[in-house]
């Protein structure tokens, strides 16, 4: 099996080389290429089209926002995924980020075991939401806490189609994803089997367009499912 691809992208060196020994360390993990700018990190992916990008988002010229939005965007990179990386967990452009396409976050101080783990994770398309992580970004970007069970809507919000084709258990369950909740917990939480529930996110999926679990979370967070 081919090793997986990584492109870093950091401004700072030490923090490069840092990663690059980390990941060169596992026999199935392989940097490709360093980037020192968004505009870099663009260029590279491109040419480099890795499987994982890991991204800074604090740069000069092209921040890694920008970056993010321009490789999620590209036919090209359909298949790469990029993780944003930041000093705070409540960095005011993870969110953005996650908008932008990046497949989920991590901090810069994260342990080499968690970080090797999280560049595998991020390749087999799941994404970097723990429940914990996403309740802060809740808490942060909705200024509150959700119930334990949020309400379905009868019908979605006038001003947000998204939600038209999804069937009322479509919802709820869009909104437990919102919360940050695997597919074993949705299960647990709705007394349905592991794979139903699975079943049901793969269709979220299709309907949405999704590119990943983590813009299901940016979705269940913009129409309202999760909220305050």
Do not use: C, W
């Not at 993990?29 to 020192?36: H, N, P, S, T």
């Not at 939005?69 to 790469?80: E, K, M, N, S």
Request: overall charge negative.
């Amino acid at each position: 099996m081919s090793p997986i691809r990584v492109l870093l992208v950091d401004d700072q060196n030490l923090v490069r080389a840092g990663f690059r020994a980390l990941l060169d360390s596992e026999p199935d993990l392989e940097v490709v290429g360093e980037a020192v700018d968004g505009a870099e990190a663009v260029s590279l992916a491109v040419s480099l089209t890795p499987d994982v990008v890991l991204m800074d988002i604090r740069m000069p010229r092209v921040d890694g926002l920008e970056a993010t939005a321009r490789i999620t965007a590209d036919p090209r990179l359909a298949g790469t995924r990029v993780v944003v990386l930041t000093t705070f967990e409540l960095d005011e452009y993870v969110f953005g980020a996650l908008r932008a396409g990046a497949a989920g976050f991590l901090l810069k101080d994260v342990e080499p075991e968690a970080l090797i783990d999280a560049v595998r994770l991020v390749h087999d398309g799941q994404a970097l939401l723990a429940p914990q992580v996403t309740k802060r970004l809740i808490e942060a970007y909705v200024a509150a806490t959700p119930p334990a069970a949020p309400p379905v809507p009868e019908t979605p919000p006038r001003d947000d189609r998204r939600l038209a084709d999804l069937t009322p258990r479509e919802r709820e369950i869009l909104g437990l994803v919102g919360r940050g909740l695997s597919n074993h917990e949705i299960a647990a939480e709705l007394v349905l089997s592991p794979l139903t529930a699975k079943t049901h996110v793969s269709r979220l999926f299709l309907k949405l367009g999704a590119r990943d679990r983590a813009q299901l979370v940016v979705t269940a967070y913009e129409t309202g499912l999760v909220k305050a």
